[in-house]
């Protein structure tokens, strides 16, 4: 009996000690991040106008490797104004989405790609019946390169046969933005059937689908 308990007493601080040791080597995989799964999961800011951001909001959600969405106001000279100001036209804001995004998916490029197909950039101030500065078309970067990119973007669009009018979007670095009021937010999923809904947004959601097949994320 003292031997079995002897025995029993030398190897229970052993076993111990690898049960600590295991459960501390696992807590430490866990916290370790991956470094390339970490960078592979970093996202980016894009910031467009492109007429009533109901419309723009509805195409951007569907796009793959879009993380987050928000419909807002950027570039004017009123700090927080409210939607009825905007509408004005003389906040110097424009309707705009800002759109998180993993560039590992879906880099500025593409992003643009769909912004100069899902809505007119040869109207100044307008999209169809929406008549106003706060509609204009407008690329407002959020760095150097994205300017860079826009840039290159705008005049590669404009030289080919997309559009018959030159382009009068605006390139402009990110000023004054912030987010639209809450009823704005997801706008035609929450109201598919409005009649906004119906006659404007959904066919270019239509029109985006058919374009970019190869972009589209899961159903929204």
């Known amino acids: 009996m003292n031997l079995a308990l002897l025995i029993l007493m030398m190897i229970t601080p052993m076993h111990t ?3 600590l040791f295991s459960h501390n080597t ?3 995989s866990q916290n370790t991040s991956d470094p390339d799964k970490t960078q592979s999961q970093q996202t980016e800011l894009a910031t467009f106008g492109a007429g009533c951001f109901w419309c723009v909001e509805a195409i951007y959600q569907r796009v793959s490797g879009v993380m987050d969405i928000e419909s807002g106001y950027a570039g004017g000279h009123v700090i927080n104004p409210t939607y ?3 509408t004005t036209g003389r906040t110097g804001h424009a309707e705009v989405v800002r759109i998180t995004f993993r560039p590992d ?3 500025f490029e593409e992003l643009l790609e769909v912004f100069w197909h899902t809505h007119d950039p040869t109207t100044l101030n307008r999209q169809g019946a929406d008549v106003g500065t706060q509609y204009r078309s407008a690329i407002f970067y959020h760095n150097e390169e994205q ?3 826009a840039e290159a ?3 590669k669009t404009d030289e080919s046969d997309l559009w018959d009018d030159p382009i009068v ?3 402009t670095e990110l000023s004054n933005y912030s987010t639209a009021e809450d009823y704005h937010q997801n706008y035609f999923n929450n109201n598919p059937n409005a009649g906004y809904c119906s006659i404007v947004i959904a066919p270019k959601v239509q029109k985006f ?3 970019f097949p190869h972009l589209l994320q899961d159903p929204v």
Do not use: F, N, P, R
């Open 17 to 19: 000690s690898q049960i």
């Open 26 to 28: 696992g807590t430490q």
């Open 84 to 86: 009825k100001q905007v």
């Open 105 to 107: 998916i879906i880099s």
């Open 147 to 149: 300017k860079q990119i």
């Open 153 to 155: 973007s705008l005049k």
């Open 169 to 171: 979007t605006e390139i």
């Open 209 to 211: 689908k058919k374009k």
